[in-house]
T-cell receptor
Framework: GQQVMQIPQYQHVQEGEDFTTYCNSS?????IQWYKQRPGGHPVFLIQ?????EVKKQKRLTFQFGEAKKNSSLHITATQTTDVGTYFC??????????FGGGTRVLVKP | NAGVTQTPKFRVLKTGQSMTLLCAQD?????MYWYRQDPGMGLRLIHYSVGEGTTAKGEVPDGYNVSRLKKQNFLLGLESAAPSQTSVYFCASIHQGQLEAFFGQGTRLTVV
């Protein structure tokens, strides 16, 4: 079945620095979504990418969908303490099955 | 408008006991999902439903059953709880043709 993998599992970032987290699917995706889960909270939708090679920005967050529609990345610039949390990618396959990656847990050092 | 509501929020079960987790959404969403979240394992899909009266298995369905008798409710049942089912359970719903999944607040279940 479809598998979605994320790296790294943990990301320790100095406040003000940039970092990137990556998402890879074992199958071609119709679209990919990104969610953020704050500590103790529930996942909250950030964005969806649909087109091959698509790039979308939300303030300091840049999301990219790979040309083959099997991978995606999230790049955060000038990390702030408000960026703390776990970032998940999720792929939607046929039958509306929504599969999540393992997440990247982001810790920010002030 | 409450969104997605999970009941209960916390529960402690003894091994072998049964229980039902309730997920209710008031957004008229067609699709509903049950996930479990364990440290380092992300969100793993247990079962899901694409409409009233229909259910399908996810990645980790063993030991769980589900029912979707009403469009707004998705029930997750544990017939005989095991310590391996200690986890945080999240329910989510999606409106057909739209993008985002809306999540409930989660149910923290401990099986001793």
């Amino acid at each position: 079945g479809q598998q979605v993998m994320q790296i790294p599992q943990y990301q320790h970032v100095q406040e003000g620095e940039d970092f990137t987290t990556y998402c890879n699917s074992s199958t071609t995706l119709s679209n990919i979504q990104w969610y953020k889960q704050r500590p103790g909270g529930h996942p909250v939708f950030l964005i969806q990418l649909v087109k091959s090679g698509e790039v979308k920005k939300q303030k300091r967050l840049t999301f990219q969908f790979g040309e083959a529609k099997k991978n995606s990345s999230l790049h955060i610039t000038a990390t702030q303490t408000t960026d703390v949390g776990t970032y998940f990618c999720a792929g939607r396959a046929a039958g509306n099955k929504l599969t999540f990656g393992g997440g990247t847990r982001v810790l920010v050092k002030p | 408008n409450a969104g997605v509501t999970q009941t209960p929020k916390f529960r402690v079960l003894k091994t072998g006991q049964s229980m039902t987790l309730l997920c209710a959404q008031d957004m008229n969403h067609e699709y509903m999902y049950w996930y479990r979240q364990d440290p380092g394992m992300g969100l793993r899909l247990i079962h899901y439903s694409v409409g009233e009266g229909t259910t399908a298995k996810g990645e980790v369905p063993d030991g769980y059953n589900v029912s979707r008798l009403k469009k707004q409710n998705f029930l997750l049942g544990l017939e005989s709880a095991a310590p391996s089912q200690t986890s945080v359970y999240f329910c989510a719903s999606i409106h057909q043709g739209q993008l985002e999944a809306f999540f409930g607040q989660g149910t923290r279940l401990t099986v001793v």
